[in-house]
């Protein structure tokens, strides 16, 4: 089952260093643009992966094309896809060892989630990292 208890959230989140964003925008007005800068400055490594724009730097980070070229671990993968698109992202994840994966507001996959369940990953759906450290208070660790 995925997360939804304040406990396991604030938990996961409190053991996240790194994350990777798919689906990561260089367009300031785009809900994935300002979620990757409040995630930084929570402390949090945030790697963006969007194969449009990869190569660009993003809020100082490089972009990469895929989670497979990163070449270092990842405790969450952010998914900002839609929610077909999210299996493949949860696939990426499971393939490249990352220890949980959270989908967007709006994004819900359960046979994905499932997927991700059995190989050992965390699931978080239909919620916002942000929000979520902003509502359980949750202090910045930088």
Request: proline content about 6%; overall charge negative; glycine content about 8%.
């Amino acid at each position: 089952m995925p997360l939804t208890s304040d406990e396991d959230i604030a938990a996961l989140l409190g053991r996240v260093r790194t994350i990777a964003l798919v689906g990561a925008s260089d367009r300031p007005e785009r809900p994935s643009y300002e979620v990757m800068a409040t995630l930084q400055a929570h402390g949090y490594r945030v790697i963006p992966i969007n194969p449009q724009i990869a190569g660009e730097h993003i809020h100082g980070e490089f972009v990469f094309g895929d989670m497979a070229t990163l070449g270092e671990p990842i405790d969450l993968v952010d998914i900002f896809r839609n929610s077909t698109a999210a299996g493949d992202a949860v696939d990426a994840a499971i393939a490249v060892g990352a220890k949980a994966v959270w989908m967007q507001l709006g994004v819900v996959n359960a046979a994905a989630a499932a997927r991700a369940e059995a190989a050992g990953l965390d699931v978080v759906m239909d919620r916002c990292p942000v929000i979520e450290l902003k509502r359980l208070q949750i202090a910045p660790f930088c």
